[in-house]
């Protein structure tokens, strides 16, 4: 298996942790926009290596996992910086159920809509005959 794809697998699994834990410190001692900002720096830094990891594959990938975890990381930056409880709060809650979403696409448990529409195998993946 690819190493950059086992490693945003496995990295990404960590950070449905970390965006959970912002959550609960929002709601149990306020806002912590430091702690915010460096969850959403570390979706970030999965996303580019699920960016590279796309480039490196031949496995498909359906389209619906960038665009839902995008959406993630927009309500995640949305959320950061904030020292509102209820914005943190509903941003990484909107964050957590996209990442969530983006993981059921190709997890065995997703659904199967998502792994049989907008389907796209990487182009620069040659697969051998």
């Known amino acids: 298996m690819n190493p950059l794809f086992t490693a945003h697998k496995h990295y990404g699994t960590l950070l449905l942790?970390?965006?959970?834990?912002?959550?609960?410190?929002?709601?149990?001692?306020?806002?912590k926009p430091v702690f915010q900002r460096i969850v959403a720096v570390l979706v970030d830094i999965n996303l580019v290596v699920g960016l590279f990891a796309f480039f490196n594959t031949v496995r498909p990938v359906s389209w619906f996992h960038p665009i839902f975890a995008l959406a993630a990381v927009a309500f995640l930056h949305v959320g950061a910086k904030s020292e509102d409880k209820a914005k943190v709060v509903r941003?990484?809650?909107?964050a957590l159920v996209l990442l969530v979403a983006a993981w059921a696409?190709?997890?065995a448990w997703g659904p199967v809509w998502f792994k049989t529409n907008f389907v796209k195998l990487p182009a620069v993946a040659v697969i051998a005959k």
């Open 105 to 107: 696409v190709h997890a």
């Open 17 to 31: 942790v970390l965006v959970l834990a912002v959550i609960v410190v929002a709601l149990t001692k306020g806002p």
């Open 91 to 94: 941003c990484f809650s909107m």
